[in-house]
């Protein structure tokens, strides 16, 4: 199953930006659909981005406009940009390999995010 490893979380004030970084631990890395997911204490996790292959990046509208994901294939790697962050993005980010629009892979430790002032 392929492992997952988070990073780039911390502590922002709202307004402010991170970038979220996940590495795959796959040699097929190129041929999945990927996603990054939030989960909010007390809440279910949610799929904040998704990158499928031919089509257009996808986002609720929660984050549209706001959030950006994008992929390295020659590294294994997933990005997810967020900008104008709020304090209700507050969270722990996961990112997953999809299969069929869902996660498959080892879900990683994740990394926290906290907006806040």
């Known amino acids: 199953q392929v492992q997952l490893v988070e990073s780039g979380g911390g502590l922002v004030q709202p307004g402010g930006s991170l970038r979220l970084s996940c590495e795959a631990s796959t040699s097929i890395f190129s041929i999945y659909d990927l996603g990054w997911y939030r989960q909010a204490p007390g809440k279910q996790r949610e799929l904040v981005a998704g990158?499928?292959?031919?089509?257009?990046?996808n986002y609720p509208d929660s984050v549209k406009g706001r959030f950006t994901i994008s992929r390295d294939n020659a590294k294994n790697m997933v990005y997810l940009q967020m900008n104008s962050l709020k304090p209700e993005d507050t969270a722990v980010y996961y990112c997953?390999?999809?299969?069929?629009?869902?996660?498959?892979?080892?879900w990683g430790q994740g990394t926290q995010v906290t907006v806040s002032s």
């Open positions: 997953n390999v999809l299969i069929n629009g869902r996660p498959r892979g080892s």
């Open positions: 990158l499928r292959s031919r089509s257009m990046p």
